[in-house]
């Protein structure tokens, strides 16, 4: 059974940091790429990282304050986040495709039951 189990959200104050991981069961870790997607309320769901085969993605929205890596023996990716923003608020997802990052939330995606950051002002 597939299984991506993300952790590390709560509440922060803005201008705080969270460490987000997303665990990975079920699957052979190292043939997939995983992202990370948020949706905030009323808003449409947003890919704001992914991590693939010698390839790192960051959405401009995070670019320059987020910093995604694995640690492919644990089978676990991070987010990092630093700075957080009010508008940072949102449940967040981990996915995982085979293949490329420009699979990931298009084809065969595999998702998590999400985690909820909060950044109060």
């Known amino acids: 059974e597939v299984q991506l189990v993300e952790s590390g959200g709560g509440l922060v104050q803005a201008g705080g940091s969270l460490r987000l991981s997303c665990t990975a069961s079920?699957?052979?870790?190292?043939?997939?790429?995983i992202g990370w997607f948020r949706q905030a309320p009323g808003k449409e769901r947003e890919g704001i990282s992914c991590?693939?085969?010698?390839?790192?993605y960051y959405a401009d929205s995070i670019l320059g304050r987020s910093t995604i890596s694995s640690d492919n023996a644990k089978n676990t990716v991070y987010l990092s986040m630093n700075n957080l923003k009010p508008e940072d608020t949102a449940v967040y997802y981990c996915a995982a495709a085979e293949g490329a990052c420009s699979r990931v939330g298009v084809y065969d995606t595999y998702w998590g039951q999400g985690t909820q950051v909060t950044v109060s002002s």
């Open positions: 079920g699957f052979t870790f190292d043939d997939y790429a």
């Open positions: 991590i693939g085969t010698g390839f790192t």
